[in-house]
């Protein structure tokens, strides 16, 4: 019996060695990936939380300076944060309030230049979205109508849809195009929330453009009569 057992396990044992011969190294190098793997998104989640530490750190003397309404040192912090931290929230944050207080000091050039940045290198939508809708404005106060009207082209559907259609109606008034205008405020008038405090702006300006909304829907009502 003993012998049986040694030759049944000396034959397990030339089994696995024959099974390891043939695929050892494939399963060594899968379990080495497998770990590199691991390694690095262990490493990743660690650089990325390392990363926001500091850019909150960074960002909250960015605070202080914008608190205080150094623009200057607003602007070199804000300047630091794009070097250092360039995707972070907190980086996006601090482009957005740089840009308004650039706007606010008079210094719409460089409003311009810190929502571009934004436009160009935000990873949320959002952000983007909402970089385009100002810079829009920006540019149409410079009279600069062509190129606010690419922004909001650039604006997709969802929730700032119809704070695009609403600006494109500005622009296209500015321009002299009333009757495109008065389309674009009539979809940003219907895009929007009935319980969104803006609507009553659209409202107003379709009414002083001869298209009220109240009027347009009883005219409907009764025609349907």
Same mark, same amino acid.
């Given at each position: 019996m003993a012998t049986h057992l040694d030759?049944?396990?000396?034959?397990?044992?030339?089994?696995?060695?024959?099974?390891?011969?043939?695929?050892?190294?494939?399963?060594?190098?899968?379990?080495?990936?497998?770990?590199?793997?691991?390694a690095g998104i262990t490493g990743w989640q660690w650089w990325q939380r390392e990363q926001s530490q500091n850019a909150g750190a960074m960002f909250d003397e960015f605070e202080r300076a914008?608190?205080?309404g150094d623009v200057d040192k607003t602007s070199r912090v804000f300047g630091d944060l794009k070097e250092r931290y360039p995707r972070t929230t907190y980086t996006m944050q601090a482009a957005m309030l740089t840009a308004k207080m650039q706007f606010d000091k008079g210094k719409a050039d460089d409003a311009r230049t810190s929502?571009?940045?934004?436009?160009?290198?935000?990873?949320d939508d959002d952000y983007k @979205? #909402? +970089?385009?809708? %100002?810079?829009?404005?920006? =540019? !149409?106060?410079?009279?600069?109508? &062509? *190129? $606010?009207?690419?922004?909001?082209?650039?604006?997709?559907?969802?929730?700032?849809? @119809? #704070? +695009?259609?609403? %600006?494109?109606?500005?622009? =296209? !008034?500015?321009?002299?195009?009333? &009757? *495109? $205008?008065?389309?674009?405020?009539?979809?940003?008038?219907?895009?929007?929330?009935?319980?969104?405090e803006y609507r009553r702006l659209i409202d107003a300006k379709l009414t002083a453009m001869g298209a009220a909304p109240a009027a347009a829907a009883a005219a409907a009502s009764g025609a349907s009569r």
């Amino acid at each position: 019996m003993a012998t049986h057992l040694d030759l049944q396990e000396q034959e397990q044992v030339d089994a696995l060695k024959a099974f390891w011969a043939q695929y050892g190294n494939l399963i060594t190098w899968a379990l080495v990936a497998a770990l590199l793997v691991y390694a690095g998104i262990t490493g990743w989640q660690w650089w990325q939380r390392e990363q926001s530490q500091n850019a909150g750190a960074m960002f909250d003397e960015f605070e202080r300076a914008m608190t205080a309404g150094d623009v200057d040192k607003t602007s070199r912090v804000f300047g630091d944060l794009k070097e250092r931290y360039p995707r972070t929230t907190y980086t996006m944050q601090a482009a957005m309030l740089t840009a308004k207080m650039q706007f606010d000091k008079g210094k719409a050039d460089d409003a311009r230049t810190s929502l571009a940045w934004v436009v160009e290198h935000a990873g949320d939508d959002d952000y983007k @979205a #909402l +970089a385009r809708l %100002r810079l829009a404005a920006l =540019l !149409l106060d410079a009279k600069q109508y &062509d *190129e $606010a009207l690419k922004q909001l082209d650039a604006v997709p559907a969802g929730p700032f849809a @119809a #704070l +695009a259609a609403d %600006r494109r109606g500005d622009v =296209l !008034l500015a321009q002299g195009k009333k &009757d *495109e $205008a008065r389309t674009a405020y009539q979809r940003a008038y219907e895009a929007m929330d009935d319980k969104v405090e803006y609507r009553r702006l659209i409202d107003a300006k379709l009414t002083a453009m001869g298209a009220a909304p109240a009027a347009a829907a009883a005219a409907a009502s009764g025609a349907s009569r």
